[in-house]
């Protein structure tokens, strides 16, 4: 049967849209962006929602990050979903557990958890015109009218490819699949990576090992963390007074977006005031002048995604902590051998090696109009349309889906105005009674090409550097414009870039 054989059949029976009843809609994925799709839908008066979540809890990456050291580099103030804004935060800079329980409770109180299938991966969705058949890991099979990916960005750990890695005789683990049971206490401790969650690693570990051996490829520009522990009085003013909580948001929410967001689109004058900023928590933390050197980076800063930790530069400083600049020629049983020779004995290897970047809703196959497959069509580089849809996958939305502004900002509140230009296409499908939306191949390319070329003026192209945001296309997979424009854009759909399909 042809597409237009299939949408032909199934336009027989009435949509919903056609039908006036509720749309069934499936979202992928219980972390921020579907905890945030199910109370928004619910307040737009869409209820008919189920949630599928591969694991036993809410809370995706602050559910499977459970790292020494782990933080958030957004402020807590901000890092917050806007329908919940919470008083008590303990700190400026949330910690992981405090954030996995904030999840956890807005999960509970907006009625979320109750729609959640939870240990039910989803391993297929194919597209039957108008509908979507999903199918789960034990091979349930359901038909939803509308499906969200709310997969995440981050949430494949890559391995690095080293010789003898199975070799090692130790324990040996990734960074997101802590093992709690290893005591690292007077161990001699190793890291492969340097980036964000290594650098809240060592911070965190560094005092309790015998030896730390950090083994970087490229350093990268550090901001100190203001980190703050808010008190029990101003907490309490907040809970009082909800309206600052809301003012405090707004206050961060400009401040994010006009610095460092800013600095990697084009603002000079931010981009020389965060190198500034970074050279001089540099200077101030490392007084070795070699051990300095090492740390220097040889790019602009905010190339790649700005780090924001204090805790770092002191423990290398450490006698006991040692970082290795020499690239790594194998894993043997006792440790690491780096090309100049030398045997770098450890008793625990930790993998800070990131994540797969390009993945977002696969290893799920995804099947839309006329047999296409979207991992083929992504092609190891995804993109999409305005972040939230792809041309051929009808009524598919996805939330941080490809090109989405990510950069130091607060994905919450990006997955936020992304479920609000999602209600505002549903809404269009309710009053027009269409069966269907999906973005036209013209506006698709017109949209992503003016995308390809801006990106080439950001520092994240200019500034010298790879960084994880660069996919096989040969360039990021960014938003290259200031963040704000986008967030405006949520609430402006266009809609003559979409097929309205009746």
């Known amino acids: 049967m042809t597409a237009a054989d ?11 849209a056609q039908a006036g009843r509720q749309p069934r809609i499936a979202i992928i994925g219980a972390g921020m962006s579907g905890i945030a799709a199910v109370v928004k839908l619910q307040k737009a008066g869409y209820t008919d929602l189920t949630v599928y979540e591969k694991s036993d809890r809410v809370g995706g990456t602050w559910r499977e990050n459970t790292y020494p050291g782990l933080s958030c580099d957004v402020p807590s103030r901000w890092y917050s979903f806007s329908f919940a804004l919470k008083a008590d935060w303990p700190h400026r800079f949330s910690y992981g557990p405090d954030i996995q329980a904030y999840m956890e409770a807005v999960a509970n109180d907006f009625g979320v958890t109750r729609r959640v299938k939870f240990n039910t991966a989803v391993t297929d969705l194919t597209y039957q015109s108008p509908c979507w058949q999903l199918t789960t890991a034990g091979g349930q099979r359901e038909m939803y009218d509308v499906v969200i990916s709310a997969t995440g960005i981050l949430h494949q750990p890559v391995y690095p490819n080293i010789k003898g ?9 990734h ?3 802590w093992d709690h049971a290893v005591d690292l206490k007077g161990k001699r ?6 980036g964000s969650t290594s650098c809240q690693i060592v911070g965190a570990v560094t005092n309790d090992v015998s030896e730390m051996h950090v083994f970087q490829r490229t350093p990268h520009w550090l901001s100190p963390l203001p980190q703050k522990a808010y008190s029990p009085r101003w907490n309490k003013l907040l809970a009082r007074f909800p309206f600052l909580q809301r003012i405090i948001y707004q206050f961060y929410y400009q401040l994010m ?26 200077a101030d933390s490392v007084p070795d002048p070699v051990l300095r050197a090492k740390l220097t980076p040889d790019y602009e800063a905010t190339c790649k995604r700005m780090i924001f930790c204090s805790d770092y530069y002191p423990a290398l400083c450490q006698p006991h902590a040692h970082l290795v ?8 049983p006792q440790g690491v051998r780096t090309v100049d020779g030398k045997l770098h004995e450890l008793d625990v290897l930790v993998l800070a090696t990131g994540f797969n970047a390009a993945a977002f809703i696969l290893p799920t196959r995804v099947t839309g109009e006329n ?15 305005r972040a939230v849809a792809m041309p051929g996958f009808p009524n598919f939305w996805m939330l941080e889906g490809p090109t989405g502004p990510v950069g130091n900002l607060s994905l919450i509140a990006i997955s936020e105005h992304q479920v609000d230009y999602i209600i505002s296409m549903l809404d269009r499908m309710k009053s027009d009674r269409l069966t269907a939306i999906a973005p036209t191949q013209t506006a698709f390319d017109r949209y992503n090409n003016a995308m390809r070329e801006a990106i080439k003026s950001t520092t994240w192209v200019t500034g010298g550097c790879k960084s994880w945001y660069i996919d096989k296309s040969g360039l990021p997979n960014l938003y290259p ?22």
């Open 481 to 502: 414009w200031f963040p704000i424009n986008y967030l405006k854009e949520m609430h402006n759909p266009e809609f003559s870039e979409y097929r309205l399909m009746k």
């Open 371 to 385: 047999g296409a497959d979207l991992e083929q069509v992504w092609d190891g580089a995804p993109r999409a349309h």
């Open 325 to 332: 600049t020499e690239g790594i020629e194998s894993i043997e």
């Open 175 to 177: 960074s997101a699949r």
């Open 6 to 16: 299939a949408h032909s059949a199934s336009t027989a029976t009435p949509t919903w």
């Open 165 to 173: 890695l199975e070799t090692f005789a130790g324990a040996a683990f």
């Open 189 to 194: 401790v190793g890291i492969i990576g340097t």
């Open 257 to 282: 977006v006009r610095t460092f967001s800013a600095a990697t689109v084009g603002n000079k004058l931010m981009q020389r005031w965060m190198t500034k900023i970074c050279l001089d928590h540099l």
